[in-house]
């Protein structure tokens, strides 16, 4: 006897057919991975950053508006504080004081038990002021017990042991070329506060993506909630709340953003307040849009027949079916997010000093376009558009892969 073959047909679901669709779109595939990389840089924060302190804060004057891939000799010398004790988590989010304090050298002598050190300039010649420093004050805090006792002991060397003095010394002097000196790069230059660009750019990264991302959260909470009851009800509940966003439709976007700052404050999480609570209108009237056209399906009509709540067949069976259109207009408000977080730190309403935002450091360098550090204020320029644009592409991309009405 012979068996023929069942054949079976493959299915697949409507969010992996949208998958498929997104992969063959390479320019937004490399949209996504140029996010995932930011987001990546976002995340690991001070781990990655060369500038490690709170906020990449550290300056030197001395080294104000150096050129990319500027290096100079330093000379860490030990702070005479405790030095703090914490986890690579902490450190990821919140950076870490630094327990020296760094000094650029332009060149260095040792005499007996002390280094003197002249300060680099920058200038032809350097004439930089000279400082002295003991030997053991660059290894020891000057309150650890290890550096007094290493003094005492040098002390006791020069007076008694000429030649054990004299080892001893050799020995700090090798100690201190081994671990005290080393070389800082600046990769991207610094700024007119000696500050690592690369560094603030970094830390500056984490605060756009999380403006863009808070302020998407906050939108989608009140335009989903308000647009799926206008579009559900309808009636006055609809009249109502159409009439309270077209008012808010009304008021120019920045305009109203810089209102809400004035009345919150200035700060960090005013901005994602400010900018959530503006972005909600476009999401309401697509929510509205969309359940407007599908309030009346047979599979609501059945929902209503099964005695289901109207809280259930809003959130369990309509919402599911809008949230494609919902997700492309959270990525084009995302990239707005992050430009408008920019405008605001530009125009010094922002996040405030000493944390770093793209907008803040433009707005800070933005006079030296004229003069040959163009750079200070690019580099961030270029950073928003680069992200910007990313997201924008992506959201093609998404509106294209949920579009039911392109073939397969």
């Keep these: ?94 950076g870490k004081k630094s327990a020296y304090v760094c000094i650029p050298v332009y060149r260095y002598q040792f005499k007996d038990e002390n280094i003197e050190v002249e300060i680099y300039t920058g200038t032809t010649p350097n004439e930089g002021e000279i400082k002295k420093i003991n ?23 020069r007076d008694v042991y000429g ?13 201190v070329i081994k671990e005290s000196f ?12 000696g500050r690592d660009i690369l560094s603030q750019l970094i830390i500056g990264t984490r605060v756009s993506l999380s403006v863009g991302f808070i302020s998407v959260i906050i939108s ?12 559900f009800f309808k009636g006055w509940v609809d009249n109502l709340i159409v009439w309270f966003i077209n008012v808010i439709w009304s008021i120019p976007t920045l305009l109203l953003v810089i209102a809400i700052t004035f009345a919150l404050g200035k700060g960090f999480w005013q901005v994602f307040i400010a900018v959530g609570l503006t972005m909600w209108v476009e999401v309401a009237r697509v929510v509205r849009g969309q359940i407007l056209s599908i309030r009346e399906k047979e599979y609501v009509e059945a929902g209503r027949a099964l005695g289901f709540t109207n809280s259930r067949i809003i959130f369990r069976h309509i919402l599911p079916n809008v949230m494609g259109a919902v997700i492309v207009i ?9 430009l408008m977080e920019a405008g605001l730190s530009f125009l010094g309403i922002g996040v405030q000093p000493p944390m ?24 961030p320029g270029i950073a928003i558009m680069i992200v910007v644009l990313a997201f924008m592409i992506a959201g093609n991309g998404l509106r294209d892969a949920l579009d039911v009405k392109l073939t397969e």
Excluded at 220 to 231: E, K, V
Aim: charged share 20%.
């Design 1 to 94: 006897m012979f068996y023929r073959k069942k054949k079976y047909i493959a299915s697949a679901s409507l969010s992996a057919i949208a998958w498929k669709r997104f992969l063959r779109n390479k320019l937004s595939v490399a949209a996504m991975l140029i996010i995932a990389l930011f987001t990546l840089m976002a995340v690991l924060g001070y781990l990655i950053t060369p500038d490690q302190t709170p906020f990449s804060n550290e300056q030197y004057l001395e080294l104000c508006t150096k050129k990319p891939g500027f290096s100079i000799q330093m000379l860490r010398v030990k702070k005479n504080e405790k030095e703090e004790s914490g986890n690579i988590i902490k450190t990821m989010l919140f």
């Design 135 to 157: 030997l053991a004050n660059i290894i020891y805090p000057l309150d650890n017990s290890i550096a007094v006792m290493q003094k005492d002991s040098m002390l006791f060397f």
């Design 163 to 175: 030649s054990l003095h004299q080892a001893a010394i050799a020995d700090m002097r090798k100690m």
């Design 182 to 193: 080393f070389f800082k790069h600046f990769i991207l230059g610094s700024d007119r506060f």
């Design 220 to 231: 989608l909470l009140i335009g989903i909630l308000l647009g799926a009851l206008a579009g």
């Design 330 to 338: 959270s990525a084009a408000n995302f990239a707005s997010a992050i």
């Design 356 to 379: 770093p935002s793209w907008g803040s450091m433009i707005k800070e360098n933005y006079g030296y376009i004229i003069l040959d550090a163009a750079y200070l204020a690019i580099l």
